[in-house]
């Protein structure tokens, strides 16, 4: 299957300061990239859809301004939580779906997951 | 309604026996299915996706979609320990250009 590499997988920051996780679609051009948080015992709760070159499409609920994603190129797109606080800690895992090739049309593949602690 | 619904478990079963995991969907225009197995802490990973009426096997997995019932499947065939974790169902109905998952199912596979 596709490869999906997510960076970094844990990362422990202060409140207040800004986190980076990036996405990259290793060997196929992902169109469109999702993004998920989990918290633990809960289910995949999505973010945020994006499209390269466009503006990413937020689900109800979810901060704009706060969950800045930048999707700019078909192999990479990254999501930054501004301004973090302990409950932002989560799991935030990306997902990229391709338009051809390996990666497929309708098919998913998932990056390993970034675990944020906030302190 | 949810869009797309599955037990939630814990479904246990015994060593080398068949696990079956069930889904249940809305959009009856659905198009593609998809489960995908998540290990604790760990994220998604797909095992495998059905697009036509019937049963699709790969391994000890089978696929199996039944659009007039909406209902997907999946079945382990000699369950393995390994084989415990949380199964996600996922589909992408007839308009959407992102996959709706359910909250998936706990499977425990006992020795």
């Known amino acids: 299957g596709a490869v999906v590499s997510q960076h970094p997988s844990r990362v422990i920051c202060k409140s207040g300061t800004s986190v980076k996780i990036e996405c990259r679609s290793l060997d196929f051009q992902a169109t469109t990239m999702f993004w998920y948080r989990q918290f633990p015992k809960q289910s995949l709760m999505l973010m945020a859809t994006?499209?390269?070159?466009?503006?990413?499409?937020?689900e109800q609920g979810v901060e704009k301004d706060k969950f800045l994603i930048n999707h700019a190129s078909l192999t990479l797109s990254t999501l930054t939580v501004t301004s973090a606080h302990p409950e932002d800690s989560s799991f935030y895992i990306c997902?990229?779906?391709?338009?051809?090739?390996?990666?497929?049309?309708?098919?998913?593949?998932f990056g390993a997951g970034t675990r944020l602690s906030v302190l | 309604q949810k869009e797309v619904e599955q037990n939630s478990g814990p479904l246990s079963v015994p060593e080398g026996a068949i696990a079956s995991l069930n889904c249940t969907y809305s959009d009856r225009g659905s198009q593609s299915f998809f489960w995908y197995r998540q290990y604790s802490g760990k994220s998604p990973e797909l095992i495998m996706f059905?697009?036509?009426?019937g049963d699709k096997e790969d391994g000890r997995f089978t696929a199996q979609l039944n659009k007039a019932s909406q209902y997907v499947s999946l079945l382990i065939r000699d369950s393995q320990p390994s084989d415990s974790a949380t199964y996600l169902c996922a589909v992408r109905g007839s308009s959407a250009s992102k996959i709706i998952f359910g909250s998936g199912t706990r499977l425990s596979i006992r020795p």
């Open positions: 059905i697009y036509s009426n």
């Open positions: 994006s499209n390269e070159g466009s503006k990413a499409t937020y």
């Open positions: 997902s990229a779906r391709g338009a051809t090739g390996a990666g497929g049309a309708n098919i998913q593949y």
